[in-house]
């Protein structure tokens, strides 16, 4: 089992030669817009343009990382908190949004993405990446499926059989849990008794890496590695990242009820943003300049972002008719009749 934490930023730990400074820059760029589109989902919730948004403010460097990590043909498998992994990985945020403002559909095509929709139900997308996996080793290709999921996902039956099966067949799947520290309002400490949820790879027989989760350097190296060793054939890899959740868990959770505000300072200290820019200023690798572009383009992408998420989307009722099944059944093509001929008001 490794354990990666020592490679912290703090210490002005020296990136492998792999990670260039480009990358290093573009995951700072990655990151400041990732959490400015995070806040403009979280204002837009509020505001009723959304049902519900779970933010992943404080986890960017994970966030980043795991889209960053993947190939050109890798696929990735979010759940609701990893909306800026799926910004990262080039899809509309006004796409990557569509279901969270309770449309029908995940808002984008999955195959043309590589990315499957946000998964709800927790760890369920585990078993999908599997299958995604297994099918292209079968097709003699070489993509890996990145499954995301967080600490209290890992207690699901969903999380066993996944690794499981991915373990006896060798499937190129990186697990990557981001161990946020509460699911809702359960702490780890009432989820699991594992020294670290890392240690769990030992009982399927697979690698396990721990990594600091707010640090984007060691984070994105670790993820890194992982993919390579799954997509060179030598099975599946599970990386916990140790973060924490600084928001609420949606915007309709209230912290202050099951947890105090002190224990998020020290991990505010740790900020991932923070941390990389400290580092490449310090390293005379981010001139002012540079970064106030960034946020410049951030404000703009989250000012684009607002403008086409109040657009109110087209509505239309034959759409709660499609897609379910090939050869409706009779009483739901009576449904449908019924509803199309009734005087629609958009
Ligand atoms: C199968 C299933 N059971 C319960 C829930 C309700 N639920 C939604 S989020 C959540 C907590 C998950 O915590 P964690 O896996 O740590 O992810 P985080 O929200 O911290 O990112 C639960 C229990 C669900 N979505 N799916
Ligand atoms: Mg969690």
């Known amino acids: 089992m490794n354990d990666r934490t020592e490679t912290t930023l703090d210490g002005y730990w020296t990136p492998p030669t792999a990670l260039t400074l480009v990358a290093l820059r573009n995951g700072l760029r990655a990151m400041i817009i990732g959490r400015r589109l995070d806040r403009q989902a979280s204002n837009l919730a509020k505001q009723g343009y959304l049902t519900v948004y779970p933010s992943s403010l404080g986890q960017e460097a994970c966030q980043v990382a795991a889209a960053q990590a993947l190939g050109p043909d890798d696929w990735l498998f979010p759940t609701y908190r990893d909306s800026v992994a799926m910004f990262t990985h080039r899809i509309d945020p006004v796409k990557v949004l569509t279901m969270l403002r309770g449309d029908w559909h995940c808002g984008f095509d ?8 946000h998964s709800t139900p927790l760890a369920t997308h585990c078993a999908h990446a599997v299958g995604l996996a297994m099918a292209s080793v079968k097709k003699g ?3 890996v499926a990145m499954a995301l999921c967080g600490d209290g996902a890992t207690s699901e039956g969903d999380f066993h059989e996944a690794l499981n099966i991915a373990a006896v067949f060798k499937a190129p799947v990186v697990f990557f849990v981001q161990h946020n520290g509460y699911a809702i309002s359960t702490p780890s400490r009432r989820q699991f008794r594992a020294k670290s949820l890392a240690d769990k790879a030992i009982g399927y027989g697979i690698r396990g890496e721990k990594v600091d989760g707010n640090d984007f350097v060691a984070t994105i190296s670790v993820l890194r590695d992982a993919v390579e060793h799954a997509r060179n054939g030598f099975g599946p890899v599970l ?3 140790r973060t924490y959740r600084v928001s609420p868990h949606t915007n309709a959770d209230d912290p202050d009820r099951y947890r105090n505000r002190s224990e998020a300072e020290p991990w505010l200290e740790h900020d991932p943003i923070a941390r990389l820019t400290e580092y490449l200023t310090a390293q005379g690798r981010l001139a002012r300049d540079t970064l106030r572009d960034i946020e410049d383009a951030a404000e703009e992408l989250a000012a684009d972002l607002r403008r ?4 109110p989307p087209e509505a239309d009722p034959a759409r709660l008719f499609a897609h379910v099944y ?3 059944p009779p009483h739901l093509q009576e449904q449908r009749i019924a509803v199309l001929s009734e005087e629609y008001v958009a």
């Open 239 to 241: 990386v916990e990242a």
């Open 141 to 143: 290709e070489k993509r």
């Open 308 to 311: 086409r998420v109040m657009i």
């Open 326 to 328: 090939a050869d409706p």
């Open 110 to 117: 999955p195959k043309a993405h590589r990315c499957a929709p």
